[in-house]
């Protein structure tokens, strides 16, 4: 299926792994133009390289520091000179400590807030005016299915992301007049780098082998089987096309069926 993404410019944060790098992917593979960032662009250059041949389009990666302001705005006015305007903007921002509430510190707290919501902030300040300017676009952001159902010893991973989803759910209304379209990906348990992490902090906390602490993980999901980072990735091209043109304000479960409320 043509999703209708050829010459879309795309910038995609914290795309050096993981749910970042296979949202890049299937931009790119769908013929959009991508900027790729992280805090060391070197690390992206093969992976750029690889989407730029895949579609068949240009993809280049960008320094750009989630922690730092000014590395943001720097980043995009970079992209922006690049490519004369942003159409997709998908905020990935990386991952919280895990552990149970009475085991997290104050300055955890302080590090996952200024992790996961400041950089969010940052980046939509950074973007959305010329995003108006050019008469609109996308925004996605990538969370949790923690925003949906709760998940035990990720607290910080859940209210942070929570906060996201709140963010994205105010800006699909105000934006709405803007034909910028905002909307948020929940991914259940994916087969990433960061779901190593979070099974590993399982067997560390729970002192079971790696099996059980993957079952556990997956206890709650139908399908019993993680996703692939390839098909999330393919659901961030699809909420990007016009093939999702009237959705907005939604928080879509890319989970195995883990979260079951309405």
């Known amino acids: 299926m043509d999703l209708g993404l050829r010459g879309k410019r795309a910038l995609v944060t914290a795309a050096s792994r993981g749910l970042g790098l296979a949202s890049a992917r299937a931009l790119g593979e769908e013929g959009a133009i991508v900027a790729l960032t992280a805090r060391n662009a070197s690390r992206l250059e093969a992976s750029a390289k690889e989407i730029a041949a895949a579609g068949n389009t240009d993809a280049f990666a960008i320094d750009l520091d989630l922690s730092d302001p000014a590395s943001i705005r720097s980043g995009v006015e970079r992209a922006l000179a690049r490519m004369g305007a942003i159409d997709i903007l998908v905020v990935n921002t990386g991952g919280t400590d895990a552990g149970p509430f009475l085991s997290l510190s104050r300055d955890q707290w302080v590090e996952a807030i200024n992790g996961t919501v400041m950089p969010a902030v940052d980046v939509l300040h950074a973007v959305l005016p010329s995003m108006k300017a050019n008469g609109g676009g996308r ?124």
């Open 139 to 262: 925004v996605i952001f990538i969370t949790t299915v923690g925003v949906k159902v709760i998940q035990p010893s990720m607290v910080l991973s859940n209210a942070t992301r929570l906060a996201i989803t709140a963010i994205a759910k105010t800006l699909s209304v105000e934006l709405a007049a803007d034909n910028i379209l905002v909307n948020s990906i929940c991914p259940g348990p994916i087969d990433t780098d960061r779901m190593i992490d979070l099974v590993n902090a399982t067997v560390a906390e729970r002192h079971v082998s790696q099996e059980e602490a993957e079952s556990i993980w997956l206890d709650e999901v139908p399908l019993r089987r993680m996703g692939s980072a390839r098909d999330f990735g393919r659901m961030v091209a699809v909420l990007a096309s016009d093939a999702a043109s009237f959705v907005t304000g939604a928080a879509l479960a890319v989970d195995g069926g883990k979260s079951r409320a309405y």
